[in-house]
């Protein structure tokens, strides 16, 4: 693969360490073939069930530890490293499930109290790497100040999939992301969002291989997210909007994980030792393999699963 050199934001690495809908869109599909179709065109019906895979939460949990987000292929974070302070903890216990506007949303919250040993930050993520081309659909809110204490801390709120570097520049990483900076950080003064498509990286002296594009201004409350990635391009769109489109350099070799989590770059950004509360909420996360939807498709796609009163399908294959 040819690699392109782009200036990548100045930042840490990471090191990470509904089957009834489904029947009922296949059968629908079926019920309309005539009573004289060929085998063939039945053949073909099916196939296009089969192929469906999709992953779809609505995030209907009671709490970090409901047995259901481990038996839905879910890893809620506790291990320490990067990203973000050195130091820091990864606390399960801070991502929570509420009830809004009749459905449940997630919550990820991240404290600090301007030391790393109070510092508490969130991630979960699918334990399986299993996803690559296809579209990728989050509805996220972000926040630009935390719900308590003062503000300005560099924090990172995010959508994103991901796989391990295998090593310093290897050709085969991938990644995919959207971050939202509500106080700066990287360089930056204020609210910005970042879209980046990596091709590899190297921690030690730092050297990144990525494209990003980036918006300055604030993106508090929520936001439709998606992320398309076909043979050609990596395409992202915010609230049905196009934000940017990456080159083929940075298509993915290997299949990724899915990740949400909210993180502080350092402790320079507010030198307080009040504490502090920052939120980031997710309502449903949608994968649909090896399909470009446009936005409007996706939002289609999760109007559909609700009104079935789907929570949770996942027929994407493990490889």
């Not at 508090?220 to 050609?232: F, P, S, Y």
């Amino acid at each position: 693969m040819t690699q392109h050199l782009t200036p990548a934001p100045a930042r840490r690495p990471r090191r990470r360490a509904a089957a009834a809908l489904a029947c009922a869109l296949g059968c629908a599909a079926l019920a309309v073939l005539p009573a004289a179709a060929s085998a063939a065109d039945s053949t073909r019906a099916d196939s296009r069930a089969t192929a469906d895979a999709v992953l779809f939460d609505d995030f209907s949990y009671t709490a970090h530890d409901d047995p259901r987000v481990s038996a839905h292929g879910w890893s809620v974070r506790g291990n320490s490293s990067g990203p973000g302070v050195p130091g820091a903890s990864w606390v399960p216990r801070n991502i929570t499930f509420s009830s809004a506007g009749g459905g449940t949303v997630m919550d990820l919250e991240t404290k600090t109290a301007g030391t790393a040993a109070s510092t508490e930050q969130t991630e979960i993520l699918t334990r399986s790497p299993k996803f690559r081309n296809g579209t990728y659909a989050a509805r996220v809110k972000f926040s630009d100040a935390p719900a308590s204490g003062p503000d300005g801390d560099r924090v990172v709120q995010t959508f994103f999939t991901i796989n391990d570097l295998k090593a310093p520049m290897a050709d085969d990483y991938s990644e995919y992301d959207f971050e939202y900076l509500p106080n700066g950080g990287w360089g930056e003064p204020g609210n910005i969002l970042y879209t980046t498509s990596w091709e590899t990286y190297d921690p030690d002296p730092w050297q990144a291989v990525n494209q990003h594009t980036e918006r300055r201004e604030s993106f508090a409350g929520w936001h439709d997210l998606v992320l398309t990635i076909d043979d050609r391009a990596i395409t992202y769109y915010v609230d049905g909007r196009h934000f940017a489109t990456h080159d083929a350099a940075y298509l993915p070799e290997r299949p990724m994980s899915i990740n949400f989590n909210q993180w502080l770059i350092d402790l320079a950004g507010q030198p307080a030792t009040q504490l502090r509360s920052y939120h980031q909420q997710v309502d449903y996360v949608l994968h649909v393999k090896d399909q470009v939807l446009t936005p409007a498709q996706t939002t289609q796609r999760v109007a559909a699963y609700r009104d079935a009163g789907t929570a949770f399908q996942d027929t994407v294959p493990t490889p």
